[in-house]
C-alpha cells in the first residue's frame, strides 16, 4: 500500500487526536516506529490499546499518565497493512517546495498562531515602554545641559500614558480569556465519569451486536434516547449471571482489571434479583447514573428527527460507542460542531416519506423536466443532492426556542 494511501487513513482514523509533527491530544507519530521498534507490540498498541496496558508495557504506561489518562480509541479494524500505510505516511519526509513548505506550516502550526502574536504583542509592549522611559531620561540630560529648567518627573503609577497602555492591554488579555471562557463554558469533550456499574457498550454493541434501539428506544420514538429501564437489563441477566467471555477481558481506562460476574452481581442488587431463588426477593432500588452527554436548556435536539428521519447512526455524535467500555463525550456538541455538521451532512432525499413535503428540491434532482411546450428537457437547476443546511437546518429557529 502506498503512502498516499496511508494519509487518507490518517486523515479518516488519527487526524483528530494526532498531527505528524506536533503534539496534539496525543504525542506526534513522526519517528513513532524509532520510538518502538517492535512493530508487532505498535500493531497491538493500535488495534487495542488497553490490551497493552494492562500488559504492564512501560512505555506506553508513561505514556498514557503523560497525556493523564486520555484514552485513545481501539483501532481493530484496521489490518496490519492499514497500519503500515499510515506509519510510512508518517515518515515519508515532507516536500520542501516553498509552496508544501507553506501548507505545512500553515496546517501543522496554525493553532499557535493567535499565542505567538500575543508573545510577539506583549513583546512589544515592554519594547515601548522602555523606549518611553529611555526618551524621559535622554530628555532629561539634554535639558540638564543646555540649562533648560527640568520638571519634576512624573511617576509611573501617575503618568498617563503608561495608565493607558497598561489598561488597554488588561482590557484585551480579559477580554481574550472572558471570551474563551464563555465559549467553553459547559463544554465536556472527553468527559468519562466513573459509573456506578461498570457497563461496557463494546461486549453489548460489539461482541454481543445488541441493537442500540434495544435498550435505547426512545432515540427512535421521541426526543429523548432515554437511560434504559432496569427491566430491560434482566431480560437478559435473569439468565446470564456471570461474564463467561475469558477471552476479553474487561478493563478501566486506568488500566485496572474489571470483574464482570461481580458488576452482574451489583446489577441484581440494585433490582433485587435473587439469582439462587430466581425472583425478586428484595427492594430495588434505583441505579443513580451518571449523565455524560448534556445540551443546555436553549437548545432543543431531538433523537428520533436524527435516526428516523435523518437515518443518522449514533456514532455520528457518540464515536465508535461499540467499541468502547467506558463511555466518554466523543463530540464537544458545541452549536458550531451542529452547524457544520448540518452543512455538509446529505439527506437521504429520495425514498423518504419525511421529506416528500418538499416538492421543490424533488423537482429539481430529477435529470430532466417539461418546458412550456411540454417537450421533456435537461433540468438546468438539477442538484445532485441536498444537504440539511438546503432544507433549513441552520435557520436559528429549528435548534432554539
Known sequence: ?????????????????????????????????????????????????????????????????????TPMQVFESLSDADIDAILKYVSTPVPTTPGAAAATETEEKGSDNS????????????????LLQVNSNLKKLSDDK?????FEPVPFYRNKTYITLFTLVLFVVGGYYTIQGAIGLGRNKNYQPEQPIFYSHKVHAGTNQINCLYCHGGAQLGKQANIPS???????H?????????????????????????????????????????????????????????????????????????????????????KENEVYQFADLSMG???????????????????????????????SIKNKDGEMIANPHKLDSITVETIGGTECQKCHY
Not at 494511501?5 to 506536533?22: E, I, M, P, R, T
Not at 423518504?352 to 430529477?366: G, L, P, R, T, V
Request: with cysteine; hydrophobic share 35%; charged share 25%.
Open 146 to 150: 543646555e540649562g533648560v529648567p527640568a
Open 230 to 236: 432496569l427491566n430491560i437489563c434482566m431480560n437478559c
Open 238 to 322: 435473569m439468565a446470564i449471571n456471570e461474564y463467561s467471555d475469558k477471552s476479553e477481558k474487561l478493563y478501566r481506562e486506568d488500566g485496572t482489571e474489571v470483574n464482570g460476574t461481580e458488576e452482574i452481581k451489583k446489577l441484581y442488587s440494585y433490582t433485587g434479583w435473587d439469582a439462587a431463588q430466581k425472583k425478586y426477593a428484595n427492594e430495588p432500588k434505583p441505579i443513580e447514573w451518571v449523565r455524560i452527554h448534556n445540551l443546555p436548556d436553549h437548545v432543543y435536539f431531538n433523537h428520533s428527527q436524527h435516526v428516523v428521519a435523518g437515518k443518522q447512526a449514533c456514532q455520528t455524535c457518540h464515536g465508535e460507542i461499540q
Open 115 to 130: 499565542l505567538l502574536f500575543g508573545i510577539l504583542s506583549l513583546i512589544l509592549a515592554v519594547i515601548t515602554l522602555i
Open 1 to 69: 500500500m502506498k503512502a498516499q494511501d496511508g494519509k487518507a487513513l490518517f486523515q479518516a482514523n488519527c487526524a483528530s487526536c494526532h498531527a505528524v509533527n506536533k503534539d496534539l491530544t496525543g504525542p506526534a507519530l513522526a519517528g513513532i516506529e524509532e520510538r518502538v521498534p517492535d512493530k508487532k507490540l505498535l500493531h497491538a498498541w493500535i488495534h487495542n490499546n488497553q490490551k497493552v496496558l494492562a500488559s504492564g508495557n512501560k512505555y506506553f504506561n508513561d505514556l498514557y499518565v503523560k497525556y493523564n489518562k
Open 337 to 367: 460542531w451542529c452547524i457544520n455538521c448540518h452543512r455538509e451532512t446529505k439527506v437521504q432525499f429520495t425514498d423518504n416519506k419525511f421529506y416528500s413535503i418538499y416538492e421543490k428540491f424533488h423537482d429539481q434532482m430529477k435529470d
